[in-house]
C-alpha cells in the first residue's frame, strides 16, 4: 500500500523561500501522476503544481515562475520548491498521488505561513 508523507513547512518571511518534500513509501512508479495542492482557512483545496511519470509539469497561475515541482523516482520522493513567497501563500499543502488503479492518495499535510 502506498503512502505519502509531506515535511518541509514551515515559517517564512514574505520574499523567502521553503521547499517541501513528499516521501512515497512503497512503489513510486505505480504513480502516475502526483500533485502538491494547498488549503488556506476557509478556503477550497485548491490545485497548487502537477507532474506526471513522464516529467510534465503544470502550475496554478497564481504560483507560475516561483515554485516548481520535481519528483526523484530513485528517491521516492516528490519536492516543491516555492521562492518569492507572499502572504496569499499561507496555506496546509497536501501532496496527491493518482494511482495507477485510478485510486487518489492523499498525504497529512504541512502548514506553510508566510508572514512578517
Known amino acids: 500500500q502506498v503512502q505519502l508523507v509531506e515535511s518541509g513547512g514551515g515559517l517564512v518571511q514574505p520574499g523567502g523561500s521553503l521547499r517541501l518534500s513528499c516521501a512515497v513509501s512503497?512503489?513510486?512508479?505505480?504513480?502516475?501522476?502526483m500533485e502538491w495542492y494547498r488549503q488556506a482557512p476557509g478556503k477550497e483545496r485548491d490545485l497548487v503544481a502537477r507532474i506526471t511519470s513522464s516529467g510534465s509539469t503544470y502550475y496554478a497561475d497564481s504560483v507560475k515562475g516561483r515554485f516548481t515541482i520535481s519528483r526523484d523516482n530513485a528517491k521516492n520522493m516528490l519536492y516543491l520548491q516555492m521562492n518569492s513567497l507572499k502572504p496569499e501563500d499561507t496555506a496546509v499543502y497536501y501532496c496527491?498521488?493518482?494511482?495507477?488503479?485510478?485510486?487518489?492518495?492523499w498525504g497529512q499535510g504541512t502548514q506553510v505561513t508566510v508572514s512578517s
Open positions: 496527491r498521488g493518482i494511482h495507477i488503479s485510478g485510486d487518489y492518495i
Open positions: 512503497g512503489n513510486i512508479f505505480s504513480i502516475r501522476t
